[in-house]
C-alpha cells in the first residue's frame, strides 16, 4: 500500500474459538468452601421442580478463561488504544481512580434495601453528585433513576406528560427537529406521543419561523438537542423557548452534546424546562462495549412534584433517606435507585476536575474539534458552515464521486489505527462523517487523525476499490451483514458429530 | 488538568491555526447573556489521593463489613476476582457499542457466547445482549407480548417484585395496557382458581416471577395452561439467577425476563445490574434490545455482527420495538465470565449450597418464630413472621453488625409483622445462628410482655 500509516501496523492476531468448544467434562475453574451447615436432598426439597441438567454450559479451566477474553479483548479497539472520533458518542479517557472507589467494599456491596441508617455514604453520594449535576445544568432538581439516555428521555417525557395532564390536558405530539437521535421519535411512541417533524434551516438549526407557525396547544414539549447533532449551537435558543412557553409547551433538552457546554453556558439560563444528561458521555463513565450507562433527568421546579419516586431527601435528624410519599410522581422507572455504580464514577470524575478542569474541559473539547474542522476542510466537503462546537460534521460529496462512501472511508480509517467517526448520521446530511475528537485528544495524536483522513482522500482519487475493500489490516474483512440477518444465528449449537464439548447427561 | 493531554503551549498553536483570537471566539455562538461569567459552585479540584479519601469515608458510613440477609432482587455472591481482572482490560471496558465489528470482535464474540448460556439456562432459543435490569426486562417483555398478540390486558402476579409491579404500572400507564393483579394463597404462590378467572380472550399475557417474591417456586406449568388455553402468552422473570442452577426453568413460558446480577455482577447499592429477555425463535422480530449474529467475512471465516436492527430505534425511529439504546455490555461481561466460570458443574453446586444455608436457616428460624409459605418449594429466600415489629429487629441486629431480612409491611401491608429472609453460599452459620438467636431473644420478651398485657387486661 502506497500510504504506509504512522499509527498502526499489524499485530499477530491469536485465533480463539468459542468458548464451548474448549469444553470438556471434568474441567473446572470453581471451588466452594466445605458447606458449614447439613446438606440436603435437591429432590426432598424441590421436588418435580428440580433441575436435572444445565445443557450445553462449557466446563473449563481459570487459565482457560483468562485466555480465552484476554484474546478476544485483543480484537477490540479502545479509548486506551486511541482516538475514537464517534460524533455525539463523547467517548472521552475513563479515570482508573473512578474504577478504584467505585470497587471500595461499602460502596460496591451495599445492599439497595439496607437500612437508611447504615446507607449515609450512598446517600451522600447520591446527595453531593445530584448538587453538582443541578449547578451544571442550571435547573433545580434531579432524578438519577434512569438507567441511560433514552431511558432518562422517556422519564423526561413521562414528565411532560403529567405536568401538562396537571395543567388540563397532557395533548397529543412532541416536536422533533429532523437531525435527531432514533431514540428520541422512539421514546414519544414509548410514552404515547405521536411525533411531528421539525424542518432544519439553512445553517443546520431549528427554523424559528417554521416552529412558530407549527406550535399549536396539541404539542406538549419540544425535544431538542442543544448543540444539535451538526455540532452546531442553537443561536435563537431564547425565541425558541419563548415560542413554546407561550403556547403552553415545554422545551425539552436531550443532553446529549453536553460536552460542549459544561462550565461555560447552563440550559437552565436559556430556558430548558428539563433534560437528561450521559453520565457515560458527559462524565466519563466507561461505555464498557454499549453500557451501562446512566441518565439522570435535571427538571426547573414545577416539574419537580412529577419526579419519579423515591426522591432523595433530608430527614428532620439530619441524615439522609429516601421520600416514597410523593402523590404527583410519574411513578417508578427501574428498581431501586439507578445506575448507582454510576454515580460514583460521575462524581469522581467532577471532584477531579473541579470548576476550572469542568470549563477547561469543554473549551478543550470544543478547540478540538474545530482544529479537526480546519485540518479536514478541502479534502472534505462541509455541507454547513455554521460554527462547530464540540464536534464537526463532513460529507463524503467529494469522494462519492468515485463511488466510495462514508462507511468505507470510515473502514479505511481503522487501518491507519483510528476508530471510525460516526457513519451517515444524521440523517439530514447525506453521507455524513460526524467527528467529535473530545478533549482527550492531543494535537500529536490529532495530527495524525488529519494526516490519515487526507491520506484516505488521496487513495479513493488513485485506488477507489482498495478503500472499497477496507480494512485490510483487521482480523477479519467486512462481515456479511445481509446473510447475519436474512438466516440468524444467534447461538452456539454444538456439531450434530464429533463435537467436543459436554453435551446434556 | 491531569486528563487533558495538552499544553498552554498547544491551545495556542491551535487556536492560531483555527484562525480564533482566543478561546471565547469559539464560544461567541452562544448569546452572550448566557455565557457563565463565573466559576460552578461544585467542589474544587482534588488530588487523587484526596478522591480516594473521600470515597473511603462514604463507604465505611456504607454498612462495610455487615452479615447481610437481604435479597428481595439484590443478591449477595461471591464474585470470582478474575470477572475484575478481565473486565478492567481497556479494549472492553474503554470500548464502544461494537457497531464497527471488524474492530469489535472481542464484544461481539463474547455477547454471542452470552446470548448461547442464558439460552442453555432459560430453556428458551434466543436471548438478546442485555437490558437494563430486570425490572424494565419484565416490562419490556410485557411490551414484547402485547405486539406478538395484538391484545393489551395484562394479568400479573402479586408475587411478582413489588418495584418490578410499580415500572410495568410506569410503562403501561400511557399505552392504553389494563393491569389486573392475582392475589397469591396460603403457600405463597398464585391463586389459580383467580388467575383462570381472570385471564380471558382479551389478556396479552400473564405475568410471574419464579422462584417469586417471597423465594417460592411457581407452578409454571399450570400457569402456563391457564394462560395458553386463552391464547395469551406467558411472561416469568427471574430474579434471582443462581436458582436457575438447581431450579427447573421455566421452559413453558413464551417469554423470560430475567435480572442476571446474581452472576458475578456487585450489589453496587442497586445498579448497575443487567436484565436480559429470552424466547423463542419465532418471536425474535418483536424483541427489544441488541442481538449478536454470526456471519462470515469476505474470506469465508467467522465473525459476529449485530443484527436484527431493523427493530431498532436508529433505523425505525418512532416505530421500534422499543427505545433502547446503550444497554448493560459491561455488565453482561461479567455475567458472561461468571457463567463461564462455575459452569456446567458449579452452577448447580453453587445453588445447591444456596439450598443447603436457607434450608438450615429455615429450620432454626422456625423454632422460635412461623416461617410462611413453607408448602411449597422455594430457593434461598422464606419469610419470617415475628412478634416483634421487624423494623426493630432490624434495628437491634444492626447494633451486632447484622443486616437483618426485609420488612415485608411497606409493600404486602397484609403480612404485618413479616420480613423476607434471604441466605446465600456467603451466609454462614455463625451468622445464621447469632441473627436467629437475637430474634429468639425478642420473641420470648416480646411472648412475655404480651402475657403481661393479657393479664393486665384480664386484671
Known sequence: MKHMTRKATRHVNQNEGLIFEKSSPGKAAWKLPPLDVPDVDAKQLLGDCERKDLGWMPEVSEIEIIRHFTRLSTWNYAIDLGMYPLGSCTMKYNPRVNEVVARLDGIANGHPYQPEKASQGALRIIKTLSECLIEITGMDAITLQPAAGAHGEMTGLLLVRAYQEAKGHPRKKILIPDSAHGTNPATAAMVGYAVENLKSNAQGMVDVAALAAQMNEDIAALMLTNPNTLGVFEQEIARIAEILHAKGGLLYMDGANMNALVGKVRPGDFGVDLMHLNLHKTFSTPHGGGGPGSGPVAVKQMLEPFLPTPALATKPDGTLGFDYNRPQSVGRVRAFYGNFGMFVRALAYIFANGPDGLRQTTEDAVLNANYIRKGLEGGYELPYSTPSMHEVVFSDKLQARKGVRTMDIAKRLIDYGFHPYTTAFPLIVPGALMIEPTESESKEEMDLFIEAMHSIAAEVEEDPQMVLAAPHSTRVSRLDEVAAARKPVLRWKPEPEGNTGSGPA | ?459
Open chain 2, 1 to 459: 488538568m491531569r486528563y487533558l493531554p495538552k499544553s498552554p503551549a498547544d491551545r495556542e498553536v491551535i487556536l492560531k491555526a483555527i484562525g480564533a483570537r482566543s478561546i471565547d471566539d469559539l464560544f461567541s455562538p452562544i448569546p452572550a447573556q448566557y455565557r457563565l461569567q463565573r466559576d460552578l459552585k461544585v467542589p474544587r479540584q482534588m488530588a487523587e489521593s484526596e478522591i480516594v479519601d473521600w470515597f473511603r469515608e462514604r463507604s465505611r458510613e456504607n454498612g462495610d463489613g455487615y452479615a447481610i440477609f437481604l435479597g428481595a432482587g439484590a443478591y449477595y455472591h461471591y464474585r470470582p476476582v478474575i470477572i475484575d481482572s478481565l473486565i478492567s482490560r481497556g479494549e472492553f471496558l474503554t470500548a464502544y457499542t461494537p457497531y464497527q465489528a471488524e474492530i469489535s470482535q472481542g464484544t461481539l464474540q463474547s455477547i454471542f457466547e452470552f446470548q448461547t448460556m442464558i439460552c442453555e439456562l432459560t430453556g428458551m432459543e434466543v436471548a438478546n445482549a442485555s437490558m437494563y435490569d430486570g425490572s424494565t426486562a419484565a416490562t419490556e417483555a410485557v411490551m414484547m407480548a402485547v405486539r406478538l398478540t395484538g391484545r393489551r390486558s395484562v394479568v400479573v402476579g402479586r408475587s411478582v417484585h413489588p418495584e418490578y409491579r410499580e415500572v410495568l404500572r410506569t410503562y403501561a400507564s400511557h399505552q392504553s395496557m389494563p393491569l389486573t393483579t392475582v392475589p397469591f394463597v396460603d403457600n405463597g404462590r398464585l391463586d389459580l382458581k383467580e388467575l383462570e378467572r381472570l385471564v380471558t380472550k382479551e389478556t396479552a399475557c400473564v405475568l410471574i416471577q419464579s422462584p417469586n417474591f417471597f423465594g417460592t417456586v411457581e407452578e409454571v406449568a399450570t400457569v402456563a395452561d391457564i394462560a395458553h388455553k386463552q391464547g395469551a402468552m406467558l411472561v416469568v422473570s427471574i430474579a434471582e439467577a443462581v436458582s436457575l442452577g438447581i431450579v427447573e426453568p421455566p421452559r413453558q413460558a413464551d417469554i423470560i425476563a430475567m435480572e442476571a446480577q446474581s452472576f458475578g455482577v456487585p450489589l453496587g447499592f442497586g445498579g448497575p445490574y443487567c436484565g436480559v429477555i429470552a424466547t423463542r425463535e419465532q418471536s425474535v422480530r418483536q424483541m427489544p434490545g441488541r442481538l449478536v449474529g454470526q456471519t462470515v467475512d469476505r474470506n469465508g471465516k467467522r465473525g459476529f455482527v449485530l443484527t436484527l436492527a431493523t427493530r431498532e430505534q436508529h433505523i425505525r425511529r418512532e416505530k421500534a420495538t422499543s427505545n433502547i439504546c446503550t444497554n448493560q455490555a459491561l455488565v453482561a461481561l461479567m455475567v458472561n465470565i461468571f457463567m463461564t466460570i462455575y459452569g456446567k458443574v458449579g452452577l448447580r453446586e453453587l445453588a445447591r449450597q444456596n439450598l443447603a444455608k436457607t434450608a438450615y436457616a429455615g429450620q432454626q428460624f422456625g423454632k422460635h418464630a412461623r416461617v410462611l409459605f413453607s408448602g411449597a418449594p422455594r430457593f434461598n429466600e422464606f419469610v419470617v413472621e415475628t412478634s416483634e415489629d421487624p423494623y426493630a429487629i432490624h434495628g437491634r441486629l444492626l447494633g451486632h453488625k447484622i443486616i437483618a431480612g426485609l420488612p415485608l409491611k411497606k409493600f404486602y401491608p397484609e403480612l404485618g409483622n413479616a420480613a423476607l429472609w434471604c441466605c446465600t453460599e456467603l451466609t454462614t452459620r455463625t451468622a445464621i445462628d447469632t441473627a436467629v438467636g437475637l430474634v429468639a431473644e425478642s420473641e420470648r420478651s416480646v411472648k412475655s410482655a404480651k402475657e403481661a398485657d393479657v393479664e393486665e387486661v384480664t386484671r
